[in-house]
């Protein structure tokens, strides 16, 4: 009831300067000893009497008519509950979780990997029998990143004083120590457990109690026969819950994302429908599509399921023209690797074969065009984690959510709502828990050797291409991609080589006297330089950012 006290307060007040339609409310008591749907009744009233009230404000200053705004576009921001003073809140351990730490595929087999779950530094690494082994990203003897560590002999040794550990954490060498003298047994690191599942690798945050593996999703689609996908990995700088929510609004895809690919064009924007089918602690489900498509004979619309902590997956079913049925799978693994920072995997895979050119697409163009479509997002993402951070509210009161498209957004940020009490930081639909510690800010590493380790595989580097920047392709997906890496070294190899072959076929070409071996050294010299152009030209494709037309200076 303390909750109501303002509203009603207001709600009196606004009464006395334009009346509610239907309504003879003078009393606080005669609210209250209204039945609930009444209540509800007079709260929607008064919500659309105010926000007449800021219209009339705005259309004195402009000099324009008032005209009235339909309330069936705009998904409601308060609930009968919100208004009851009443929230549902659900016992939650962001540690009691799994999490996507990576592409099985991609972890380096000759590097330890340091990553991030919330605000929890992690080390990832292949042991000497190329079993995956993760422990805390800290060396007990002077707090050291072991991820900028090496193996040795398939152990994982800091290279600060070169003490070793093996894949138990155990320390197994400190070169400092006297001979003789044994190595203390508070000398070892702190593990964690990891399991490797349908191609990812999962990490499960808590030491207080044991793995739980019924918690570990599944997703029947990629057991099925003949199924394939194609999965990348790309470091992104804004929220894990920015990201989410980008990842469940289909409706900015033809405008944010127009010739990008087959499917994306702005004139097909449009109403969507969703309807939600379940709702529990750990997430909810439901379907959706174009509502232009509703009651087409032989259409299925998509099923998309969020599941806690961070996995959303978006299904499709559908019958080829010989009767055969496929299935199609969008899969997103979200991490939420640090305030303002995530990593996604994102797999998309289908049942049908590649026919036509499609086959002979390879799989680096795949990679680096989903690239382009996070950089298509990336501007407006970042620039909404930084208005939430900046203004400290829920979404209820910064976000103006339409029916036709935002569905999914306000179901995630309500079951924020339920759980965010049981995470280092959240920003829900009606509640907020800000982080509690500064935002981590790492530097890039300084010298020659730093600089030469900085730019093997996982690692980033220094200069140029190869800068540890967020807001760089090469350091967002190629250093993890072992596919797009190895292009990129191809390419390069190949430009160096053609470079060097052609500077020699023009040499050639100059001292030779007779014609026809001018004619055929220069003809050498221009196909070698049109490879190197080539080459140069996948190089970008695969390094450079995106940046709009209209952005161009």
Known sequence: MALQQPFLSELLHSTSKRSLPNTTL???????????????????????????????????????????????????????????????????????????????????DDAPLGLTVFDKQVVLYKDGSGELRCFEDRCPHRLAKLSEGQLYDGKLECLYHGWQFDGDGKCVKIPQLPENAKIPRSACTKTYKIRDSQGVVWIWMSHRTPPNINKIPWFENFERKGFQDISTIHELPYDHSILLENL??????????????????????GPLFFEVTERTNRGFAGWWGKEKDQGKANYTPNFLRFEAPCVLHNSREFVDENGEKHYFSGLFLCRPSGQGKSML????????????????????????????????????????????????????????????????????????????????????????????????????????VANFSAA????????????????????????HCKDCRNVVKAFETWKKALSAIGLVSTAFA???????????????????????????????INTTNFIRTHRRL
């Open 456 to 479: 093997q595989p996982a690692k980033g580097g220094i200069g140029g291409m190869y800068a540890p920047n967020p807001a760089n392709r090469y350091f967002r997906h190629v250093v």
């Open 26 to 108: 003078t009393t606080k008591s005669s609210f209250v000893s209204l039945q609930t749907p009444q209540r509800h009744n007079y709260y929607r009233q008064y919500k659309q009497l105010k926000k007449k009230e800021r219209c009339y404000a705005i259309v004195e200053n402009l000099g324009a008519e008032v005209v009235d705004e339909d309330q069936s576009v705009i998904l409601e921001n308060s609930s009968l509950d919100e208004l009851r003073g009443q929230r549902e809140i659900v016992g939650y351990d962001w540690t009691e979780e799994w999490y996507p730490l990576y592409l099985t595929k991609n972890v380096p």
């Open 510 to 540: 100059i001292l030779v006297s007779g014609r026809q071996w001018k004619a055929v050294f220069l003809l050498s010299t221009s196909l070698c330089l049109a490879g190197a152009y080539a080459c140069s030209t996948a190089i970008a």
């Open 248 to 269: 469940m609004d289909p409706a900015h895809v033809p405008i944010s994302h127009d010739r990008t690919d087959f499917t994306a064009k702005r004139e097909d924007a």
């Open 345 to 448: 995997i994102v797999r998309f895979g289908n049942t049908t074969k590649r026919t036509g050119i499609l086959k002979f697409i390879p799989n680096w163009f795949w990679h680096q065009n989903a690239s382009k479509v996070f950089e298509q997002d990336m501007g407006f993402l970042s620039s909404q984690n930084e208005i939430l951070m900046k203004e400290k509210v829920p979404t209820k009161k910064l976000y103006l959510n339409l029916r036709s498209s935002d569905t999914w957004v306000a179901e995630y940020r309500k079951w924020m709502d339920k759980v965010g009490h049981g995470m280092p930081y959240h920003f829900g639909h009606s509640t907020i828990f800000l982080p509690q510690q500064p935002a981590v800010v790492e530097h890039a590493p300084a010298g020659f």
